[in-house]
């Protein structure tokens, strides 16, 4: 006998063509979830009929499926019948998002980009919309969740399907945390950038140009400046307000570089220590230093400022 599917948590994404699926899809893509759109109706059949590996490092990943009136094997009563199968047999937790807009709305929209309506390539786009309102009726009626874009920029609607189906560990930004040296040029794909050469320069102490700012006498030395703790908390608090704002705005990647000089002192230490700060506070970065390896060099780093 054939072992019973594991429950997943499904969600259908259909509605009028031009109503923001493909915007939808994209966010959720985003947030982390599993993504096919369009896949012909028999295919569908047989992809929620396919068990995931028993140790997938997938198994908790949501399904987002893509379907319209354009999908090859249309059928709206049957796709009814088959989503209360898999809720009943299998125990799907199965949701579906209908996209709908005003007529007058999708046909500005069919205008502005000048392509086709899908079910109507050689008529007016009215007819298209009227011929698809009455293909998708019975999926309108059966959704438990309807979003009318009529009024809603793509990045409206983006923010709107960000807060109902983001969830824990899903859609958080990957965030990196670099040290770098001025000298070697700035990071190519930094977010931002903070400069730590207003602290003074371990390079500048004989006992301490050799280490780095793992270290932890140049790391005290460091911290020593009188401008450290106000700089540093001054940061730390920009960074915990503006990363989740960077989430809530569905940013994938999030680079946070500190430059100094030569990049082996002042900003492997505050990168270093910036680091373990976001992981107290909740915050998962990874950390790099692009010139930690470089050997240290009076020419890069200047004449000393005499006190």
Known sequence: MKPPLRPRRLLLVTGMSGAGKSTVLRTLEDLGWEVV??????????????????????????????????????????????IKLLRDTHGHNIGTLFLDCSGTELERRYSETRR???????????????????????????????????????????????????????GEPTLSIQSFGFARGLPRNADLVFDMRFLRNPHWVPALRPGTGRD????????????????????????KLLLPRYRAEGKSYVTVAFGCTGGRHRS?????????????????????????????????EGAPVTP
Do not use: C
């Open 37 to 82: 759109d369009n896949l012909p109706l028999l295919l569908l059949d047989r992809l929620l009929a396919t068990e995931l590996p028993a140790h997938s490092e997938q198994d908790d990943r949501p399904l987002a499926l893509g379907i319209g009136a354009q999908t090859r094997g249309f059928d709206a009563e049957r796709i009814v019948r088959r």
């Open 116 to 170: 086709r309506h899908p079910l109507a390539q050689d008529r007016p786009a009215s007819d298209g919309i009227a011929r698809e309102r009455e293909l998708l009726a019975p999926v309108r009626r059966w959704a438990n969740r309807l979003i009318d874009t009529t009024d809603l920029a793509s990045n409206t609607l983006a923010q709107e399907i960000r807060n109902a189906f983001s969830e824990d560990n899903l």
């Open 216 to 239: 932890t006498d140049v790391a005290e030395y460091v911290k020593a400046d009188p401008a450290y703790p106000e700089a540093f908390a001054s940061i730390e608090g920009l960074l």
């Open 268 to 300: 492997v230490h505050v990168a270093e220590r910036m680091a373990s700060q976001l992981r107290e506070a909740g915050f998962s970065p990874t950390v790099t230093h692009r010139d930690l390896g470089t050997a240290p060099q009076d020419s890069l």
